[in-house]
């Protein structure tokens, strides 16, 4: 389910909300790569720091967990929904990143393509290359290394049909 800007700004405190507001979509684009990679690890830091609160609290309501403060905690609904927005403002980061990652490689790839083209142009106007494919000596037979048969087909099938009937016989008695 989506969460509103509005219910963001009122789980998060001021410094987190901040983190948050970078991660959508137009603020994210305009980062540098560095920038980008701060603001992960700060609000990934930011993240595990709610999802063990949110657990801690989750605790002590079943009464699992000893108190943290004077009463057990009554609710958790707070701490859920700081950690919901705050694994979704990762879930941005993360695809932002993965996003520039690819087209990073993508560019990379394109480059290379062009350089090997270009080398490959270079090489073909030159001429004959050392190790060229080309028929020197001709083709020459190979001999066939297996011996020759020497027993007909026809008299080989003829004595296994014979074993056959012979075994047939004396199983029969």
């Known amino acids: 389910m989506a969460i509103s800007r509005k219910e963001e700004a009122r789980a998060l405190s001021a410094d ?3 983190l948050v507001e970078k991660s959508h979509h ?5 980062l ?8 992960v690890k700060l609000l990934r830091e930011r993240r595990d720091k709610a999802q063990t ?9 079943r009464g699992k967990g000893a ?5 057990p905690s009554k609710a958790d609904g707070g701490s859920q929904l700081k950690l919901a927005v705050l ?3 990762m879930r941005r980061l993360n695809g932002e990143a993965e996003r520039r990652r690819q087209l990073a490689a993508s560019v990379s ?4 393509a062009r350089k090997a083209l270009v080398m490959k142009q270079g090489a073909a106007s030159d001429g004959p290359a050392f ?22 087909p026809m008299e080989l099938g003829r004595q296994r049909r014979a074993a056959k009937v012979a075994q047939a016989k004396r199983d029969a008695r």
């Open 16 to 18: 987190e909300h901040d």
């Open 26 to 30: 137009p603020a994210v684009q305009e």
């Open 32 to 39: 540098s790569d560095a920038d980008l990679a701060g603001l």
């Open 53 to 61: 609160e949110a657990h801690r609290r989750r605790r002590e309501i």
């Open 67 to 71: 108190a943290k403060g004077a009463t």
């Open 87 to 89: 694994a979704m403002a």
């Open 109 to 112: 790839l394109i480059e290379n």
């Open 131 to 152: 190790n060229s494919r080309t028929a020197r000596r001709g083709m020459r037979p190979v001999a066939n290394q297996r011996a020759p048969d020497l027993v007909r």
